[in-house]
């Protein structure tokens, strides 16, 4: 069984090289090499944006946290398999493979992936990941170090929601038509990817994008009471422009979730970019590469 070394994360800094390799060692009560590496690997509990408000009681995660192990060689392993990077899977399979608590992957909040997302790699290769950004201003672009651990969780009203409960209402302002919402989880997103796939081959000849169409029909699960997909399906398709960005702004506005912006300064025209969102690029999950 792995062995919690930090009930606080990420408030307090994960460990450094040299401490998780004395924390094996204090464990097993023996100086030895060989038993080093007999070793479990130590864990750290993540606090999840969603704080657990949104699991049915009783669920692994409704208690706002989840335990998490530092990444081995293992985990590379599934990080340089071309078959699951192609298929699309690799983080998912990652992901799965370093968290400790047990439940459904399916039933994992989007709000809460983005999270373990975040603490997978600090896990892995610590808090300080380095990307490249073309300036808005100068175009120039500069290396910058983004720290991961400063990144906090966004401010929401959480009188609006029911403990256990995922759902809760908002009516459109034009139509006035009130909804039924859920935040969706790993299986919804999944359902989504399906959903526009098989939507862009349908609109191929006129080139369409359905995604955000399917996202929100995933989102809602009542029009005015009703459930069925068939009304559902039609208020999406025939929702005002108006109605759509005011839904659409209430999910950003109310979603717990971590908020990912960070301050950038161009080295070459000290150009000052108030929250840039942070990239993500092959040097996350694979530090040293560049492309």
């Not at 709000?111 to 896990?123: C, E, G, H, Q």
Request: glycine fraction near 6%.
């Amino acid at each position: 069984m792995s062995k919690v070394v930090n009930d606080n994360y990420p408030s307090h800094r994960p460990l450094t090289d040299e401490e998780i390799k004395a924390k094996f060692i204090a464990e097993s009560g023996n100086t030895g090499g060989d038993t080093f590496q007999k070793l479990d690997v130590p864990t750290e509990i993540i606090d999840l944006p969603s704080k657990g408000f949104f699991y049915p009681e009783g669920h692994p995660l409704a208690s706002g946290k989840v335990e998490m192990k530092y990444m081995t060689a293992k985990e590379e392993d599934i990080l340089s398999t071309p078959g699951l990077i192609k298929q699309g899977i690799v983080i998912d399979k990652l992901l799965q493979s370093l968290i400790v608590t047990k439940f459904n992957y399916n039933d994992l909040l989007t709000v809460d992936k983005n999270a373990i997302f975040i603490a997978a790699r600090i896990l892995g290769y610590g808090k300080d990941y380095e990307v490249e950004i073309a300036c808005p201003k100068c175009t120039e672009k500069s290396k910058t170090v983004i720290d991961l651990q400063e990144f906090e969780e966004k401010e929401i009203s959480w009188d609006n929601y029911d403990k256990g409960y995922s759902s809760h209402k908002f009516t459109l302002p034009i139509s006035k038509k009130e909804l039924t919402l859920k935040f969706l989880t790993h299986g919804d997103e999944k359902k989504i990817e399906e959903d526009a796939k098989a939507a862009k081959k349908h609109n191929k000849i006129l080139g369409v994008d359905a995604e955000l169409t399917t996202r929100l029909k995933q989102c809602i699960t009542r029009v005015d009471g009703a459930e069925d997909r068939a009304t559902i399906n039609k208020t999406v398709d025939s929702m005002l422009a108006r109605d759509s960005l005011a839904l659409r702004t209430h999910l950003k506005n109310n979603t717990p979730d971590i908020d990912t912006t960070f301050t950038f300064t161009c080295t070459h025209c000290n150009e000052d970019e108030e929250k840039m969102a942070m990239p993500i690029g092959v040097g996350f999950f694979w530090p040293g590469v560049w492309i």
